[in-house]
Nanobody, 122 residues
Framework: QVQLVESGGGLVQAGGSLRLSCAASGRTFTMYTMGWFRQAPGKEREFVAAITRSGNTYYADSVKGRFTMSRDNAKNSIYLQMNSLKPEDTAVYYC????????????????WGQGTQVTVSS
């Protein structure tokens, strides 16, 4: 069992930056691929970024070049540095963990956090 707790959300003006964190419980953190997803009001949850056990990163086209995902295995944590934020980035951001093989951008992750709100004003 893995528990995930996000933090770092908030209100920021367009063009600003935020850094999200996700702390994971459990001693097998290094075995998981970790992902960030987001869900805007009235929209489906969508993939934002992911990082594999070996540190390879993947990004949605909409955030590529603006967002950077990283992991610190010693702290059982992942991070999402978000720069040049746009109003369309407004959403609840969720971190997720998976230890199964599959499409890394899909929603088929085993564990999910409770989410943190990011609001970007224009």
């Amino acid at each position: 069992q893995v528990q995930l707790v996000e933090s770092g959300g908030g209100l920021v003006q367009a063009g600003g930056s935020l850094r999200l964190s996700c702390a994971a419980s459990g001693r097998t953190f290094t075995m998981y691929t970790m992902g960030w997803f987001r869900q805007a009001p009235g929209k489906e949850r969508e993939f934002v970024a992911a990082i594999t056990r070996s540190g390879n990163t993947y990004y949605a086209d909409s955030v590529k070049g603006r967002f950077t995902m990283s992991r610190d295995n010693a702290k059982n944590s992942i991070y999402l540095q978000m720069n040049s934020l746009k109003p369309e980035d407004t959403a609840v951001y969720y971190c997720a963990a998976r230890n199964t093989i599959g499409v890394i951008t899909s929603l088929q992750y085993n564990y999910w956090g409770q989410g943190t709100q990011v609001t970007v004003s224009s």
